[in-house]
């Protein structure tokens, strides 16, 4: 298992408010990895950094075999390089079919001529199918996103990020508002995603990360405050102190 | 100039003496009696003998001295050949009626062989001009005086020193009085008769800025632009001026031809005239007509003509170098003393820095007021646009109801304070109306549909615009503002400000007091900033948001009535005046940054200045400076995407 | 390639056989082909109505398709009609000039007959050199070029300093208005080369065909609209169909989506705005020579919100509501304000259309933007539906 991703001192403020303080993290490829911590941690402004989305003031963003910096990217950029991003609401396009929404995902030329001179491949449909088994969708490919159910939309988005091949998946809680069945079926599309490449989730909900079963990291106020397996972390006293409150 | 400093005392003492010498005298004395006494003197009147018959008139302290002189001037003054007696006559068909010099009545007719027109020669005239202009500089009547001074002020001339000296020192009135060491500078500086005098009043000049002291530096200055082979001695050179980059070289050629240095150059029209004229059989110059279709052939058969002997010969561009090359373009300056040229220069530049700081200054006031106008009619879009995020398309409109309110206010209440005092509350209470009405039926439907919204509120816009054309017609509309708001504060000649535009600005900070007030202090501001913060949780704490949101809009278009009044003061009231003011309003908002009452504030500063500096530069073109400054705008928002009071991190919600 | 669009793209086929059927009827019932049932002045009218169907149509596919409410394509169109009025001006002044001088003695040289013809069109803005801008306006060539490149690089540009610094939603909105004002403005000045206010005039004399009677002159201009507006509106369809159409409309409905999925929505934009700003320009080269004259006023800033007024009547993101809307309301504005609507007295007021056209036209608008957010196009949905379900 070699390092994907690394943050190594990573800071920033807004307005004087430091949301992340000297944040450094590592994860490898393949691995699961969950992200959990109290509200204000900086779990999502921690997405926002890696996807490009906010620049932080200071620290090192480095991705991949030649460690290149994501801080020089755009978030565009980002994401051709192999980084998928879920966000916490589900967002799929919901104006189009779900078939729409996975081709506008799969890993093709991105360039405004290459799409508007693409034309469709038995590849590409097959990868469609595939995906569209994947995350249990098949039925309902041809159908406008904006009629699915609030799990099927998460399960969309996640395949959306299938079909981008991405090396680094960050989830931002895939499993709100999901029934438990879903869950279900939710953990098991994120434990074989991860055995091909690095994914990060982010998650309040403790039964799911515990059935994830993996590493699992506690931010707090803007850094690391203990990594480990969740049997470990929740046995240290800070992170105890920080859940209850002292 | 002796004869004028004894005339100047004497009639000092006159004006004191005049009434215990009058009533001294028995018999009385009159006009006719002191003329008689110099009967011939006054009928062939010379530049020596007249200045007799003047001292004694002065002295006589006749009240009507002054009006003698001045007909005597004019030839208005005759004698009556059968007893010699002086009277005014005009000319009445065959006839002179005749006026009593003393009484002004009437004297009878006389035929015109009976009388004789006295004509004193220019000499004479001046002589009694200068006496007059002591007389009326002197008039008891501020009003004279005030003319006498204009006059002066007109036709300026070296005379004028003395008397105008002499009346400095029994001059009562401040103002007068300063008006009169001011003129008495002007003229020594430009009549003065020594170097020293000169530089003397000069260099006191240097200290004013009115326009009266610059033009007369500048006169001091005056060039004429000159051309010689060599550069003559004793002669006032201003500068020598470089053919090309100081003079265009066509120019600079007409000078020489002007100064018949230089043969006169051949026209592309004479050209074709000669041409023309010389067509033999089809043919000029040797070429036929159909070839001369382009410059150089016409040259060619122009110069064949020339060398027929037929027209005068061209002059060629080596001719034209030659004659630029081998002459001298200078200005020089009419004055010829280069002291007292070096002298105004110096005070000239002095006065203009120092105008140009206070144009600067005023240019600041100007930016101010303009300001305040941005500032209150951006503000109230401020609200909306940024406390609800609605874009209200019909901000324009709001503003332009106020001024009609205004308007129509005046037509039921003359009197225009009262009409005011009336129009501003009622301006605003029609407005947050409008605005309430606007919020209810249409806005609450299309909030988060931002772009919707700006659509409908355009349609509104659209509606209320030829509403109000159809109401109250396309012609501009009058909003008199009470006579107290007409004058200007003048701080010199430079600075000044109007006092619709103070009025304005106060206007602006009273606003920005109220709003900053309402929002931060006031159970109504708290609820509205909750509101925009977190709709849901207000609403769960008790706050209605509809209530909220209607009460927000109707402040922001109150607002904008009250913009539209102070607005329609100044400028005209029009159906169209709101749309020319939404386009900056919403910039304002925007290059502020939204949401933000100093932001508002710091964006209507910068628009305003900006727009002020650029007249700045380009004064008589301010659709330029309209163009550069949304320009400049549309970069700024690259740069400062958020305007310049930018919220940051989450808040900012993108 | 296009074989397969259009048969996937069956309501593109439909409305190209409704403009071909409609370009053939007037032709045949206009004056040039002897049955005179319309006029030349109203044949004008529906050549003008077409060109305003495109910027419509362009109109749809940067707010309805992409999202950006630009309230600046109405100038992109009076660009293209100025481009194109230069060299219209220009031509023509010329042919008139080369003729008078002719009846000199001598012929008239290059200069003379610049000179002369820069005296005749600027002589009412007190000046007589050309300036720098009618560099190429003796060329109809450059000038066509001109008509796409000045609108398009002037998109490109303001869309690049615009998108990059992401400037969004309204913001956006009041960017393109300003940079409609600013170029109005700057049209307006006496010093700005293009005659100020008095703006381009005798655009509807065509240099070259002078004695061709203005009734065909009309037709010609008719079918270069009729077929600018299918041509427009096949390639448009083509654009927001497929994958491409797939992305430009991610980008409306979640911009920053897009962005995460590896797209560079900055392109994009960039190029669907300047595309439409290109086609634009077009539909305002054909425009203007048909109106005659073109000045500052119509590219004011006001022009720009019609537009938008159009599409969303006709319905936004459906190519066929933006020719719908743009033909309804133009025409209808037409027989409004020119007096061909019967004025309804009420005993005490007679409401007259002239006066009144705006105030209903305000209204409708926001009863519109309320009620039928899908504008009239959002009916033949309603049909649609209907007959799915019978």
Request: glycine share 10%.
């Amino acid at each position: 298992m070699s390092t994907l991703l690394e943050l190594s001192g990573v800071s920033v403020s807004f307005d004087g408010f430091r949301a992340i303080n000297n944040l450094s993290f590592q994860i490898g490829e393949p691995e699961l990895r969950a992200i959990i911590g109290p509200n204000g941690a900086g779990k999502t402004t921690f997405m926002d950094i890696i996807t490009g989305k906010t620049r932080p003031d200071e620290g090192r963003v480095i991705f991949g075999e030649k460690s290149v910096s994501l801080l020089k990217m755009s978030e565009s950029q980002i994401a051709r390089s192999g980084i998928g991003r879920k966000f916490q609401k589900p967002t799929v396009f919901e104006a189009q079919t779900v078939r729409e929404n996975l081709a506008m995902a799969l890993s093709n030329p991105r360039g405004p001529f290459d799409v508007l001179l693409y034309r469709k491949t038995p590849t590409g449909a097959r990868r469609i199918e595939e995906i569209a088994a994947e995350i249990g969708l098949t039925d309902h490919l041809t159908r406008r996103s904006g009629e699915l159910s609030h799990g099927q939309k998460q399960w969309l988005e996640i395949g959306m990020l299938l079909a981008q091949d991405p090396r680094l998946l960050l989830v931002d809680e895939p499993a709100a508002g999901m029934t438990p069945a879903e869950r279900e079926h939710t953990t098991d599309l994120l434990k074989r995603a991860a055995a091909t490449r690095a994914v990060v989730v982010v998650e309040h909900d403790m039964e799911f990360v515990r059935r994830l079963d993996c590493k699992v990291t506690v931010l707090n106020e803007g850094s690391v405050l203990a990594e480990g397996s969740l049997d470990h972390v929740t046995k240290n006293q800070d992170v105890i102190d920080v859940y209850l409150g002292r | 100039m002796v004869r004028a400093l004894l005339l100047a005392f004497a009639l000092c003492l006159s004006l004191s003496g005049a009434d215990a010498q009058t009533a001294d005298q028995s018999p009385p004395e009159t006009l006719q009696t002191v003329l008689q006494r110099h009967a011939d003197e006054v009928a062939n009147p010379g530049r020596r003998s007249v200045s007799v018959v003047i001292e004694d008139l002065v002295a006589s302290g006749q009240p009507n001295v002054a009006t003698f002189l001045e007909r005597w001037q004019d030839k208005g003054v005759f004698q009556r050949s059968s007893d010699g007696l002086f009277f005014y006559a005009k000319r009445q068909g065959s006839e002179y009626a005749l006026t009593d010099m003393s009484t002004g009545d009437s004297a009878g007719t006389a035929a015109a062989d009976m009388i004789t027109e006295i004509r004193p020669n220019g000499g004479v005239r001046r002589v009694i001009g200068a006496a007059l202009v002591q007389f009326q500089l002197s008039d008891p009547d501020p009003a004279r005086r005030v003319a006498a001074l204009d006059a002066i002020s007109r036709s300026p001339d070296a005379d004028q020193i003395e008397p105008l000296r002499a009346s400095i020192d029994g001059e009562q009135d401040p103002e007068l009085k300063r008006r009169k060491e001011r003129l008495a500078g002007h003229l020594r500086a430009r009549f003065g008769e020594t170097t020293e005098d000169r530089i003397d009043a000069i260099s006191a000049l240097s200290s004013d800025l009115d326009v009266a002291t610059r033009s007369v530096l500048n006169l001091i200055l005056t060039t004429t632009s000159e051309v010689a082979a060599k550069l003559p001695e004793g002669v006032n050179v201003a500068r020598v001026l470089k053919v090309g980059s100081d003079i265009p070289e066509a120019e600079a050629y007409a000078r020489l031809v002007a100064a018949d240095l230089a043969p006169r150059p051949v026209s592309d029209d004479e050209i074709k005239a000669a041409l023309t004229a010389n067509i033999r059989e089809g043919r000029v110059g040797g070429l036929p007509v159909g070839q001369l279709g382009s410059r150089e052939s016409r040259e060619n058969a122009y110069d064949a003509l020339a060398a027929q002997g037929a027209v005068p010969a061209r002059v060629t561009a080596e001719i034209r170098t030659a004659a630029l090359s081998s002459n001298v373009f200078y200005d020089a300056y009419a004055d010829r003393d280069p002291q007292v040229t070096d002298a105004a220069r110096t005070a000239l530049d002095e006065v203009e820095a120092r105008v140009a700081r206070y144009q600067m200054i005023d240019i600041g006031m100007d930016a101010l007021s303009l300001a305040s106008i941005y500032f209150l009619a951006a503000i109230g879009l401020a609200i909306t646009f940024g406390v609800m995020g609605v874009i209200n398309m019909a901000h324009g409109e709001f503003i332009m109801m106020g001024a009609y309110t205004g308007y129509v206010v005046q037509l039921f209440i003359p009197d225009y304070t009262i009409s005011l005092l009336v129009a501003l509350p009622l301006a605003f209470a029609v407005t947050f109306g409008a605005g309430v009405a606007m919020e209810r039926l249409v806005i609450r439907h299309l909030y988060h549909r931002p772009l919707e919204t700006l659509l409908a509120t355009f349609g509104i816009s659209i509606a209320l615009q030829q509403l109000a054309k159809n109401i109250f017609g396309t012609q501009a509309r009058p909003l008199t503002s009470p006579g107290w708001l007409d004058g200007a504060w003048v701080i010199n000649d430079v600075v000044q400000i109007a006092n619709i535009r103070i009025a304005i600005f106060v206007l602006a900070l009273i606003f920005l007091g109220l709003i900053l007030f309402v929002l931060k202090r006031t159970r109504l501001g708290l609820e509205v900033r909750s509101v925009t913060q977190n709709p849901g949780m207000a609403a769960s704490m008790g706050i209605n948001p509809d209530r909220i949101n209607m009460l927000t809009f109707g402040l922001g278009s109150g607002i904008a009535g009250i913009a539209g009044v102070a607005i329609g003061l100044y400028a005209k009231v029009t159906s169209e005046m709101g749309a020319d003011y939404i386009v900056q309003s919403f910039m304002t908002v925007v290059v502020g940054g939204v949401g933000n009452v100093w932001g508002t504030l710091a964006g209507a500063s910068l628009i305003g200045g900006l727009q002020k500096g650029i007249e700045w530069f380009n004064p008589s073109n301010t659709l330029a400076a309209q163009t550069y400054m949304i320009l400049f705008i549309i970069l700024f928002i690259q740069f400062r995407p958020k305007g310049i009071v930018a919220l940051k991190g989450r808040a900012a919600g993108d | 390639m296009k074989q397969g669009f259009l048969s996937k793209n069956p309501s593109v086929l439909w409305f190209l056989a409704a403009l071909g059927f409609f370009t053939l009827c007037v032709t045949v019932l206009s004056e040039a082909a002897g049955i005179g049932l319309i006029s030349t002045s109203f044949v004008k009218t529906l050549g003008k109505t077409l060109c305003l169907c495109l910027v419509a149509v362009a109109m749809d596919v940067v707010w309805g398709y992409c999202g950006i409410l630009s309230l600046g394509h109405f100038a992109f169109f009076g660009i293209g009609g100025y481009a194109i009025g230069m060299w219209l001006m220009y031509a023509r002044t010329e042919i008139i000039v080369v003729k008078s001088l002719s009846a000199a003695a001598i012929p008239p040289t290059p200069e003379e007959i610049t000179a002369s013809v820069g005296q005749q069109i600027f002589g009412v803005v007190g000046a007589t050199d050309f300036p720098w801008l009618w560099a190429f306006a003796d060329s109809l060539f450059l000038q066509l070029l001109m008509v796409v490149l000045v609108p398009g690089l002037l998109a490109l540009v303001f869309g690049w300093l615009a998108f990059r610094s992401r400037v969004t939603g309204v913001y956006l909105s009041i960017l393109t208005q300003a940079m409609t004002l600013a170029l109005s403005l700057y049209l307006f000045q006496n010093d700005s080369g293009l005659r100020g206010n008095n703006g381009l005039s005798g655009l509807q004399n065509i240099p070259g065909f002078e004695q061709t009677p203005q009734a065909l002159i009309s037709v010609w201009f008719f079918w270069a609209s009729a077929l600018a507006l299918a041509l427009g509106y096949v390639l448009f369809a083509w654009v927001v169909s497929g994958k491409m159409g797939s992305v430009v409309r991610g980008i409306r409905d979640n911009e920053s989506r897009v962005r995460f999925l590896g797209y560079h929505v900055e392109t994009y934009k960039l190029f669907v705005f300047t595309l439409t700003a290109v086609a634009s320009g077009i539909a305002g080269a054909l425009y203007y020579p048909q109106a005659g004259i073109i000045n500052p006023a119509e590219i004011a800033p006001i022009a720009s919100i019609y537009l938008a007024v159009w599409v969303a009547i006709g319905g936004r993101g459906r190519l066929y509501g933006a020719v719908l809307g743009a033909a309804l309301v133009s025409l209808l504005s037409s027989w409004f304000t020119g007096g061909g609507a019967p004025n309804i007295p009420l005993g005490f007021y007679t409401i007259q259309w002239t006066d009144w056209w705006l105030v209903l036209l305000g209204l409708s608008f926001v009863a519109v933007t309320l009620f039928f957010p899908k504008g009239i196009g959002g009916l033949f949905d309603l049909i649609v539906r209907k007959g799915d379900q019978k």
